[in-house]
């Protein structure tokens, strides 16, 4: 289960412009993380998202939203539901292919919810 | 396991602690109600029972008869004749019966604790129903003190049911503590609703992660970490050769030279990241030099 979610992780921040994906639990707790290291930028980004998560997650839910798009800076943070306690976060450069990032990271919420659930 | 570790007793979490508690301290098990906190804390007694040790087993709200019962309900049902052949000595009190907590209750200790009894635990420590505030430390570093110099205590603490934040409202000082693990669940039934985190553990290194677990009947609780989790509390030795020339470099340095080599060689054994300790070791030994300088 975990070696998936490892892998799910590591095949998406694979893709070119991803500056960070990262799987928070509802509460804004991280759970996986892979980012390419220090940048003062991106932790800032990181902490407004834990503060952040349990509320756009909550907002979501209430639209029936599959995904959320925030613009900071230059980067563009995809946020998208990927089970019942967790949501998936993609930080991603302004200049990436915005349309292959959104499809991989709900593509890769469909694996993580099979990860994450007990059946 | 390392030499002065006592396993904890949980299938998964020795290795991210460093092979386990270590001997002689206290360690809290923190959580709100039914993350698991009495499982635990029996499932560190039950693996030193079944390893011969002896266990003193301080209940704050639970019976003998209750903890049996949970003991055999879980699939533990050796711990029947552990309590026969007064391995396990289980003492239930109220808080409210002692009147002066830190004396009284290590007292209490002192005079039920079985012959060569290296394992205590207390299950709850419920200290604000005989404590003031301002008695608190005071009274809980007393009690540890004594603890210490018996064995290796395990204190299971109950979070306040509105304590989301994990520092908030805490009713122990937790720095009190030389371990603390904090147990969570959220409820929804997925991997990672039931997880642990090492806040804490003096002296030594521990995985920082997030690490879901199950409770499973017959085994008790189970720590799912991945491999790359446990990977990233494993030693490196691949820098071997940046930490030799680290020492000999530190050696030269005179008088602060053989501590320095030697905290070098610390720095070495508990080295955990892939990434190149250069950098770290150019500035501690930049940093180190500039005293040393100035005394040549």
């Known amino acids: 289960m975990k070696k998936g979610l490892e892998d799910i992780l590591d095949d998406l921040y694979d893709i070119e412009g991803i500056e960070a994906c990262i799987l928070y639990r509802i509460d804004g707790v991280p759970i996986m993380l892979r980012t390419c ?44 539901p990927s089970s019942k306690s967790t949501v ?28 994450v659930v007990f059946n | ?57 301080i209940s704050f709200e639970m019976s003998e008869k209750q903890i049996l019962r949970d003991c055999m309900d879980m699939g ?42 290296q394992k205590i635990v207390i299950d709850p420590l419920t200290h604000p129903t005989f404590y003031t505030e301002k008695e608190i430390r005071k009274s809980l570093s007393t009690i540890f003190q004594e603890l210490r110099k018996i064995g290796t205590t395990l204190i299971v603490l109950e979070e306040p049911a509105n304590g989301n934040q994990l ?32 806040m804490k553990h003096r002296g030594s290194k521990h995985g920082d992660s997030l690490y879901p677990y199950t409770i499973e009947m017959g085994m008790g609780i189970v720590i799912h970490a991945s491999d790359k989790q446990l990977d990233r509390v494993k030693p490196k030795n691949k820098f071997e050769a940046v930490f030799s020339d680290a020492i000999e470099k530190a050696r030269s340095m005179g ?15 508990n080295w955990t990241r892939d990434e190149d300790p250069t950098e770290v070791i150019k500035l501690v030994l930049r940093e180190e030099s500039k005293g040393y300088e100035k005394r040549t």
């Open chain 2, 255 to 269: 008088l602060i030279g053989k501590s320095l080599s030697g905290r070098i060689g610390t720095l070495q054994k």
């Open chain 1, 37 to 80: 290291g220090y940048k003062e930028e991106l932790l800032k980004t990181m902490f407004w998202l834990e503060k952040q998560i349990k509320h756009v997650f909550g907002e979501m839910n209430k639209e029936g939203l599959n995904d959320t798009v925030f613009n900071f800076r230059n980067n563009r943070i995809l946020i998208a």
């Open chain 2, 1 to 57: 396991m390392k030499m002065g570790r006592v396993s904890t007793g949980i299938y998964g979490l020795d290795d991210l602690m460093g092979g386990g508690f270590r001997e002689n301290t206290i360690n809290a098990i923190r959580g709100g109600t039914g993350v698991g906190k009495t499982t635990f804390a029996l499932q560190y007694t039950l693996y030193g029972l079944n390893r011969g040790e002896k266990v003193l087993f």
């Open chain 2, 76 to 117: 533990w049902d050796e711990i029947k004749d552990h309590v026969e052949k007064e391995n396990l000595k289980i003492i239930h009190l109220f808080g409210e019966d002692l009147t002066f907590p830190s004396l009284d209750l290590a007292e209490m200790i002192r005079t039920s604790i079985p012959y060569n009894c």
């Open chain 1, 88 to 115: 998936l976060v993609t930080i991603a450069t302004g200049e990436a292919n915005q349309q292959l990032i959104s499809m991989e990271t709900l593509r890769a919420t469909r694996i993580i919810e099979k990860c």
């Open chain 2, 167 to 198: 520092f908030e409202g805490s009713l122990m000082p937790l720095y009190l503590a030389d371990t603390v693990i904090h147990l969570q669940n959220l409820g929804f039934g997925e991997l990672y609703d039931r997880t642990l985190r090492i």
